[in-house]
């Protein structure tokens, strides 16, 4: 694409109404755990997901012995709520326009206290006992670590992230996608 030019997906087009969702922020946050074993932190990411609400949950080759619905850690039965998608591989559950984000403590990762969250965002986690595989390291838009000195257990790791989404859509400067102009702080300054 040329200099200047937009992306075809940005193009505006014109309106056929003039009327505006009445959703109080643009955007959503998907959570994705790659390869989970551990149904203890799989009911705990549940638990977050109807908590922070997010929009779905995405388990990528789940053990088999985890029994979703019934999980001690998730005593909302949050799957009621939220969906909840099991695939083989997370990255093919991302959603149109969607941007991945990796959250591994890696060496080059991006530091999650300065991270701007996307307006759309799929936060992807690894295993229990290993890290998120090259291939999805390498394909994710963005990498984000939580700047501590030993790895996080992992259903803590979700909890955090949702958090800081959560803390900086209060934040005008660092609010998820930059300026949205929907937010409920806008409509009363109005
Ligand atoms: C318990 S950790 C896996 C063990 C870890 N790879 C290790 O070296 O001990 C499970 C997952 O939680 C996430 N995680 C834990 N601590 C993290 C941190 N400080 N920053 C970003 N992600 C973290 C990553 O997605 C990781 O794959």
């Known amino acids: 694409m040329e200099d200047g030019q937009?992306?075809?997906?940005?193009?505006?087009?014109?309106?056929?109404?003039?009327r505006v969702s009445g959703r109080a922020e643009r955007g959503y946050a998907i959570v994705a755990l790659e390869n989970p074993t551990d149904g203890f932190n799989v009911g705990h990411?549940?638990?977050?997901?109807?908590?922070f609400d997010t929009r779905m949950v995405v388990?990528?080759?789940?053990e088999t012995s985890?029994?979703?619905?019934?999980?001690?850690?998730?005593?909302?039965?949050?799957?009621?709520?939220?969906?909840?998608?099991?695939?083989?591989?997370?990255?093919?559950?991302?959603?149109?326009d969607c941007t991945s984000v990796a959250v591994e403590l890696t060496d080059d990762a991006e530091d999650l206290v300065e991270f701007q969250h996307?307006?759309?965002a799929c936060y992807i986690f690894g295993p229990e006992n290993g890290s998120i595989s090259k291939e999805t390291l390498?394909?994710?838009?963005?990498?984000?670590k939580i700047p501590v000195h030993l790895s996080l257990n992992l259903a803590a790791t979700v909890n955090?992230?949702?958090?800081?989404?959560?803390?900086?859509?209060r934040r005008p400067?660092?609010?998820p996608g930059g300026n949205n102009p929907r937010t409920t702080r806008d409509r009363d300054s109005e």
Not at 59 to 62: D, E, H, L, N, T
């Open 6 to 18: 937009q992306h075809p997906r940005r193009r505006k087009r014109e309106r056929h109404t003039d």
């Open 45 to 51: 990411t549940l638990r977050a997901a109807m908590c």
């Open 59 to 62: 388990i990528a080759r789940p």
């Open 66 to 96: 985890i029994d979703m619905g019934n999980l001690p850690t998730d005593p909302g039965r949050a799957w009621r709520h939220t969906p909840v998608l099991t695939v083989d591989k997370a990255l093919d559950s991302i959603p149109y």
């Open 118 to 120: 996307p307006e759309r």
């Open 138 to 144: 390498d394909r994710c838009d963005h990498v984000v």
């Open 160 to 169: 955090v992230v949702l958090y800081d989404r959560m803390l900086k859509l």
């Open 173 to 175: 400067d660092i609010r």
